[in-house]
């Protein structure tokens, strides 16, 4: 480990109950005790929270396991607004009255895969097959008012000789509209600003998507990601924020984890925009996290990168022994 505190955080996402919850921070502590050098984090979903947050109180932990005041609570997201007629929303304000320490905000599930269930754009997508055309086409012609030149433009599209047309509508319609209907960077701003004006730290999610990488456009993406919100983030409070790098292509079952020298030019480029927001002082105690298929096997490599001060775990973080292995990196 360099200067800077390592942290290691584990999303539980969408899994775990709350009494199963306790039971795997148990068996991760047991595997840890006596680590006091590194953080740890542990965000379970909303459900598991207080009775987490009441288990991992610092004096047990202390007595029990050894740890120090070094194991966090983290929520997996947040509301902007306070209080109000958000059916279904959780406020930082709410996170920080049971405790709650950090807040993931703008995690990939969140920023476009959800997407592929909130949107409109897979129903609209398939809605615009060739039989449905056809189908409204039969309709338009009937009308005396149907405009023209629209009739025109359905016909062309409908026509056989124009299905790769329509194809590719479609999947660009899929497309955007899945991206447009996960979270904006305007979102995540406020989300940002919101957490830390009710006293919770922030792990900042950013990372490129496969399309980003292949059209070398990863690091325009990440600047347009992190400006906005650092916008909301004063030199005061900038180092209540944790960076977490999470290339989109990395993350999740059956993905390859980057190539080393992938995340060490990364952080170097997300280290350096901060430098120029905040300074070398901030830029040189903020805390930036790699994520994407961390194991027990590429832990100790990840964390040999300059410039990597932590890991932000999904799927080892849900396996007691993978998820100590992965806490315990330098031991
Ligand atoms: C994550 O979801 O933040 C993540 C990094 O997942 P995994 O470790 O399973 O790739």
């Not at 987490?52 to 929520?75: H, Q, S």
């Not at 005061?236 to 020298?261: D, M, N, Q």
């Amino acid at each position: 480990p360099g200067a800077i505190r390592p942290f290691l955080a584990g999303n539980w996402k969408m899994n775990v109950i709350p009494r199963s919850g306790v039971a795997l921070a148990a068996r991760i502590f047991d595997l840890c005790k006596g680590v006091k050098d590194v953080d740890i984090g542990l965000a379970p979903p909303f459900t598991g929270l207080s009775t987490l947050g009441d288990y991992i109180k610092p004096d047990f932990l202390r007595t029990e396991y050894g740890l120090g005041r070094n194991v966090f609570l983290l929520a997996q997201d947040t509301f902007f607004e306070s209080k109000g007629a958000f059916t279904g929303e959780i406020s930082a304000e709410m996170l920080a009255s049971i405790g709650v320490d950090r807040v993931i905000i703008g995690h990939s599930d969140r920023r476009t895969n959800l997407g592929k269930y909130f949107g409109f754009g897979p129903s609209i997508a398939k809605r615009l097959s060739r039989s449905f055309l056809l189908q409204e086409l039969e309709v338009l012609r009937t009308k005396e008012d149907a405009d023209r030149q629209i009739l025109a433009a359905l016909e062309h599209l409908a026509s056989e000789a124009n299905q790769d047309v329509l194809t590719g509508i479609q999947r660009f319609l899929e497309e955007e509209l899945i991206e447009r209907a996960g979270e904006s960077d305007e979102v995540i701003q406020k989300k940002v600003q919101a957490s830390l004006a009710h006293g919770l730290q922030v792990i900042l999610c950013v990372g490129e998507n496969t399309e980003a990488r292949e059209t070398h456009e990863t690091f325009n993406l990440l600047d347009r990601q992190l400006r906005p919100a650092f916008e909301v983030v004063s030199p005061r409070t900038a180092s209540e924020v944790v960076i977490a790098y999470e290339p989109v292509w990395a993350v999740g079952e059956g993905a390859k984890p980057a190539r080393l020298e992938q995340i060490s030019e990364v952080h170097d480029f997300i280290r350096n925009l901060i430098m120029d927001l905040y300074g070398e002082q901030i830029a040189s105690t903020i805390r930036i996290l790699y994520g994407g298929n961390v194991k027990p096997d590429n832990i100790a490599e990840i964390m040999s990168i300059a410039g990597v001060d932590g890991a932000l775990v999904g799927g080892a973080s849900l396996k007691a022994w993978d998820f100590a292995q992965i806490i315990r990196f330098g031991l």
